[in-house]
């Protein structure tokens, strides 16, 4: 019998699948599709998975060998823009990677970890029994599993089968329109901005309002430039076209864009949505059957936030199945992925929400946002949208364990990129005296140099408990793990 199916072969499927092979679960991913996907979704990522990526030594395989990720000096957020240099606990990372390289890198690694990846396999049905749930695949033969984990996107199957409600709200008066694009050289500046005659720059990688509606324009080194235009009240029939996002494009800016069709082989984009959902699923788990990025949470693109929350997902499902499916994890383990994970995923709907309705037009929003745009003069506005964009602000319960630092994801440490690599609880301890006991063999110990506090990690990084002593240690494995 396989021990986990997961049902998705996106990033975030891919991402857990290597997370339970570093934890000695060997996962079979089933993908609908007989071959990768040609279409480009997100331009990069953004949030605190960056770093969570270096510390899986999965960063270098995005940029270069020996770079580490680095703050954002700036950002975005509801059309504004969010000025970040200043901060000295800047929280923002940010990586211009196109998701197919993600996806890529990400089924490359999980292949180098022994992981199953079967295309051409849809499920269709899902039959739960009291120790396994049996899969029904279209037009094979079905398969038995101890776990199956949706990461089949927002449509999911894997959550219509196992009943799992998907409240929220669809808004359906904006058209968004996206396509690749080019333009004349001399058009971009030196730092990527697009001059419009007639009415000015177009800053890149940020969404610019005007009282008609909203406009975004992402260069590209290899000319794959991308437009994206979002209008409120404007019907739109038949198949996208270039024609129709220049025309959408003159009404946002009262200014033509000199717009070609893209050169270089493509796939290029051009696309319309009308719309948007924001739901959360009631539920993140039953019995055997879990969710798992946008099969658990959709929600509006803007601010680029759905990679972070779904590749987070997988981190801190991944070491907490394989528990369970090697028999030690505590009681109750498993059940912490909704409770930590659900919270996360309400505070990027909110603040996508209100990113959506910022960027609206009217005078109503105008006056809301000279209003907002005062409050981001202040360093400490600035900070807190900062932490929320990036997920930096997430902290969770720990049981008894108390201390400043407990419940926060680990601060970057001298050495923790590399002992982090192997996903494995981690026990810093520059002392030499602390004693694990019978939780030994679930945890490695390691000296960090300038540490003035013992620190227990969880596999995803966040401090399970804090001391100098061995007071509360062992309390604080419990929490997680069965004694040997």
Not at 405 to 416: F, K, R, T
Not at 422 to 433: E, F, Q, W, Y
Request: hydrophobic share 40%; charged share 20%; with cysteine.
């Amino acid at each position: 019998m396989i021990e986990v199916v997961i049902a998705g072969a996106g990033p975030n499927g891919l991402m857990l699948a290597c997370e339970l092979a570093l934890a000695g679960v060997r996962p079979v991913v089933l993908e609908r599709l007989t071959e990768p996907t040609d279409t480009q979704r997100a331009n990069g990522l953004v949030g605190q998975v960056i770093r969570m990526l270096d510390r899986r030594g999965l960063y270098e395989r995005l940029t270069a060998p020996g770079t580490t990720p680095q703050p954002a000096p700036r950002f975005t957020f509801g059309a504004f823009p969010l000025h970040l240099s200043d901060l000295p606990d800047n929280p923002l990372y940010t990586l211009l990677v196109p998701q197919l390289r993600i996806e890529h890198m990400l089924a490359e690694r999980a292949v180098e970890l022994g992981v199953d990846i079967r295309r051409g396999h849809e499920v269709v049905g899902l039959t739960q029994g009291e120790k396994s749930v049996t899969v029904e695949l279209r037009e094979q033969d079905p398969i038995e599993a101890e776990f199956v984990v949706g990461a089949d996107g927002g449509r999911s199957a894997v959550r219509k089968l196992a009943g799992i409600a998907f409240p929220g709200v669809t808004t359906d008066d904006s058209v968004s329109r996206t396509g690749h694009v080019s333009v004349s050289p001399d058009a971009i500046g030196a730092d990527g901005g697009l001059t419009v005659p007639g009415f000015g720059v177009i800053p890149p990688y940020q969404h610019l309002r005007t009282e008609q509606g909203l406009i975004a324009w992402a260069p590209s080194p290899d000319g794959a430039h991308k437009l994206t235009t979002v209008e409120w009240g404007q019907p739109a029939e038949g198949e996208a076209s270039l024609d129709e996002l220049r025309a959408s494009a003159r009404r946002v800016l009262g200014a033509d864009i000199a717009l070609s069709p893209p050169t270089g082989p493509g796939p290029h984009l051009m696309r319309r949505l009308f719309g948007g959902n924001t739901r959360i699923a009631e539920r993140y788990r039953v019995g055997r059957v879990l969710l798992l990025g946008d099969a658990a949470h959709v929600h509006s693109a803007i601010g680029g936030p759905g990679l972070n929350l779904g590749l987070q997902d997988a981190v801190n499902l991944g070491w907490k199945l394989a528990a369970e499916v090697r028999g030690h994890a505590a009681e109750g383990l498993l059940d912490t992925y909704e409770s930590e994970r659900h919270p996360a995923a309400r505070r990027v709907a909110m603040h996508t929400q209100a990113q959506s309705l910022l960027t609206r037009p009217g005078g109503d929003v105008t006056a809301l946002r000279e209003l907002f745009g005062e409050l981001l003069d202040q360093p400490t506005t600035r900070r807190h949208i900062a932490g929320l964009l990036s997920g930096a602000d997430i902290t969770y319960a720990m049981g008894p364990a108390t201390g400043p630092l407990v419940g926060h994801w680990a601060p970057d440490l001298p050495g923790l990129r590399d002992l982090t690599r192997t996903a494995r609880p981690l026990l810093l301890d520059s002392t030499g005296t602390l004693d694990p006991g019978p939780w030994s063999p679930h945890v490695d110990t390691a000296a960090v140099p300038g540490l003035d506090t013992a620190l227990l990690l969880r596999p995803d990084c966040y401090i399970a408990w804090q001391g100098t002593t061995n007071d509360g240690l062992h309390e604080a494995l419990a929490t997680w793990f069965r004694p040997v």
